[in-house]
């Protein structure tokens, strides 16, 4: 599936190192639980747990402008959230398959599994 912003709704966890390297504009959105971030996080992201998204959404606003690329664990709960912010109205919004476990295990492997 492509977004009318002619971006892929999935991205690997190598196409998002690859993009977080190339991009300043990009936001790595972790919609995972605090005990969750607590146990393992990728340093560049911004933490918005997806149980607090909706009452949050002033500062998911605030990224409008950028390309939001959305993990949690495994890639359900940030598929998810990526959908929800698309019919919210956000054009650049994808979900990192595979999440921070793909990550740990074929980015950066002193990112802890859990």
């Known amino acids: 599936m492509s977004l009318g912003s002619g971006l892929p709704l999935e991205i690997s966890v190598e196409q998002t190192q690859q993009v977080l390297a190339d991009d300043d504009a990009l936001v790595l959105l972790d919609c995972r639980e605090q005990d969750e971030y607590n146990t393992a996080k990728i340093e560049a992201a911004t933490f918005i747990p997806m149980s607090e998204i909706q009452q949050r959404i002033v500062e998911v606003r605030a990224m409008a402008d950028k390309r939001i690329v959305v ?37 950066d492997p002193n990112v802890p599994r859990y």
């Open 71 to 107: 993990h949690c664990h495994h890639g359900g709960r940030s598929l998810q959230v990526a959908q929800w912010l698309l019919s919210q109205g956000f054009q650049r919004v994808q979900n990192m398959t595979g999440g921070i476990d793909a990550w740990s295990q074929r980015i």
